[in-house]
């Protein structure tokens, strides 16, 4: 694939604001090929802790350290890892999927659905269904972080008004990259194994998100809506996305999005 400088003229000027972090490269790394697009896909939380995009193991962390990390996730064998892997390819199925996807399956009709008839739609079907009143409860604050979540993006310059989130499915996937590479830094996945995980990581992305604003949008509301505070989580990962998204040197803007299958896996 030959590199491109994706220009963005319409960046709005206050996401440009909050372009604040530093990209760092591993010059050993893929930098513009099919693994490169599946590391760029993890790219928010290696920005974030100011580590090189694009390398397939985590900087200064020996394979014990690495095993450490990954207990603590319940994964403590090749097998975990494995399954784990499994588990984080499968980036729909929670409380949060259910919601957002309501609202698409309303969006379909080309009309988005106030959130006061969103709210009123899901209630009544959580009613029909005979769900408890927990499943109302979840419901109701789902929904009122996506509204406070939304907001907060158009204001930054994130999301174009109107423009709504449709999943949180680059969460998972952002998450899946990051398994990837920890299995390569525990030694619990050779590099075939870890290459191949990232492959199918970049081939979800694919079906899912047609661009990388999107995607980005998927992702910082995933970290958001599964933190205690979302706008602390928000505070936390804009910077990265958005210079992810504007810094002339990012993957983001220099790699295509994986929208379709263009390499000899």
Excluded: C
């Excluded at 993006?153 to 990051?178: D, M, N, Q, Y």
Aim: hydrophobic share 45%.
């Amino acid at each position: 694939m030959i590199p491109r400088h994706t220009p963005l003229p319409d960046v709005p000027a206050v996401l440009r604001a909050h372009a604040t972090s530093t990209i760092t490269v591993d010059p050993r790394g893929p930098l513009y090929d099919d693994l490169a697009q599946a590391l760029a896909l993890g790219a928010v939380v290696r920005v974030d802790e100011h580590q090189p995009w694009n390398s397939l193991d985590v900087a200064d962390v020996s394979t014990y350290s690495a095993r450490v990390f990954l207990a603590e996730h319940g994964i403590n064998s090749a097998d975990d890892w494995t399954a784990a892997l499994g588990e984080a390819l499968n980036p729909s199925g929670n409380d949060i999927d259910s919601v957002l996807g309501f609202r698409a399956d309303l969006m379909r009709t080309g009309e988005t659905p106030t959130t006061g008839r969103w709210r009123a739609e899901m209630h009544e079907w959580l009613h029909d269904t005979d769900q408890t009143d927990d499943a109302h409860d979840a419901v109701d604050r789902i929904i009122t972080a996506v509204d406070d979540i939304e907001t907060m993006f158009t204001s930054a310059g994130l999301l174009e008004p109107g423009i709504k989130i449709r999943s949180v499915a680059g969460h998972r996937l952002s998450w899946a990259v990051s398994v990837a590479r920890w299995g390569s830094s525990s030694g619990y996945g050779d590099y075939q194994a870890v290459r191949q995980a990232l492959l199918a990581v970049r081939d979800l992305a694919g079906r899912h998100f047609v661009d990388w604003n999107e995607y980005a949008a998927s992702t910082i509301a995933g970290f958001a809506l599964e933190a205690d505070d979302h706008t602390a989580a928000i505070t936390t990962y804009l910077p990265p996305v958005a210079t992810l998204l504007v810094a002339a040197d990012s993957p983001w803007r220099n790699l295509t999005f994986p929208t379709d299958l263009d390499f000899a896996l």
